[in-house]
Each structure stands twice: as C-alpha cells, then as structure tokens.
T-cell receptor, first 113, second 112 residues
Framework: DAKTTQPTSMDCAEGRAANLPCNHS???????VYWYRQIHSQGPQYIIH?????ETNEMASLIITEDRKSSTLILPHATLRDTAVYYC??????????????WGAGTKLIIKP | SAVISQKPSRDICQRGTSLTIQCQVD?????MFWYRQQPGQSLTLIAT?????????ESGFVIDKFPISRPNLTFSTLTVSNMSPEDSSIYLC?????????FGSGTRLTVV
C-alpha cells in the first residue's frame, strides 16, 4: 500500500509558485521522499528527493517538516509545461525490498494561463 | 542520470500470443524494475529484475505470465505471455541505484 496521501488535483496560475503537499505520516527514519511527475503519455520524470533536510535543484524545492510526516514540493514559477501528475513517493530503505518506490495516486496539477 | 530506451513503444497483439519488451540502459545500474500502468492510474510494480538470477515478483504477478530476463547490468526484457484483453496497459521499465531511478517512455500494449 502507498505510504503517501496527496490531493487528487490542484490548479495554479502560470507564473505563480505551485505548492504541492504530501502526507507521509508513517514514514520510517531512513526512508527517503521522492517526487516524480508524469506528463501525459510519457514515462515518469524524476524531480527531487530528500531525507530530512530541505532540498533545491533547477526544477523545484522540497520542504520536509521537522517531524518528517509531510512535505511540500514547490515549483517556483509554474509554466504550462508543468501540467502533469505529480507523485510523492516513499522509497523503502531495505535491501530486502530492493529499495522499491511505493507509488500513490498522485496529484494532477493543471497550470492555467 | 541513466537514459533508458524501451521498445517497442506500442503494439497491438492478438489474444493468446506473447510480446517481449526490451529495456536498454546507457550505463550500468544496480536496480531494474518493471511496472504496469492502467489508463488514468498510478504505477503498479510487477517485479524487480535481478541480474543473473530469477526476478522478484510482487503479489499478483507470476513468472509464468510475466517472465523477465536480466543478463547484465544494462539490459532487461519483460514478456507478457498468453495475452488477453485484460493485459492491455502501459508497461514501464525503470533503472537506477540508491540515488534515484530513471524511467523509459513505456510500451503501450493493446490486446485484441
């Protein structure tokens, strides 16, 4: 079962920051939070991941709460090309589980002009 | 990060036949996975492809139906056997290591 819960859908105006929340209240201490997105008819695209510190790269920022029970993905200046389904995922940490990604239902983000 | 090429990108197959999907990575990767994605749904893990040994299947997926090979650290195949219309889906290959995973663009399979 997925270890994350996300809103089913969200809208954001073009040029504004898109803030996508994720709840992972049962996350274990050494499990990472990953974010991927999937644009229609394409394979999932890696965005960012983190353990407990906030992370930033050229695509987005990841803010993880101190208790690690939730996180927020921030797209600082959303464009129409950012319209996609965004998945917040917990990566299982043990070798026994082959470091699997546990996928939830994702958030459909629609960027509006 | 690794680049994954998957083929075929799509196919239409007759029921009762089998289709083999190939996944090629441009660099050696520790882990390779196969997923299925129904239209409008999230990804479901089929199995972990283990190099030089039998794949590790998730609940609901069996080797007879979805045989997987992984002869080396850059290549894997998934066969969908004795297909039925219920097997119509997108099949995705993924590869990477402890830092993260890359995905192929998927194989859209339609069984008629």
């Amino acid at each position: 079962d997925a270890k994350t819960t996300q809103p089913t859908s969200m809208d954001c105006a073009e040029g504004r920051a898109a803030n996508l929340p994720c709840n992972h209240s049962t996350i274990s201490g050494n499990e990472y939070v990953y974010w991927y997105r999937q644009i229609h008819s394409q394979g999932p695209q890696y965005i960012i991941h983190g353990l407990k510190n906030n992370e930033t790269n050229e695509m987005a920022s990841l803010i993880i709460t101190e208790d690690r029970k939730s996180s927020t993905l921030i797209l600082p200046h959303a464009t129409l090309r950012d319209t996609a389904v965004y998945y917040c995922i917990v990566r299982v940490s043990s070798m026994d589980s082959n470091y699997q990604l546990i996928w939830g239902a994702g958030t459909k983000l629609i960027i509006k002009p | 990060s690794a680049v994954i090429s998957q083929k075929p990108s799509r196919d239409i197959c007759q029921r009762g036949t089998s289709l083999t999907i190939q996944c090629q990575v441009d660099s050696q990767v520790t882990m390779m996975f196969w997923y299925r994605q129904q239209p409008g749904q999230s990804l479901t893990l089929i199995a972990t492809a283990n190099q030089g040994s039998e794949a590790t299947y998730e609940s609901g997926f069996v080797i007879d139906k979805f045989p997987i090979s992984r002869p080396n650290l850059t290549f894997s195949t998934l066969t969908v056997s004795n297909m039925s219309p219920e097997d119509s889906s997108i099949y995705l290959c993924s590869g990477g290591g402890t830092g993260g995973y890359t995905f192929g663009s998927g194989t859209r399979l339609t069984v008629v």
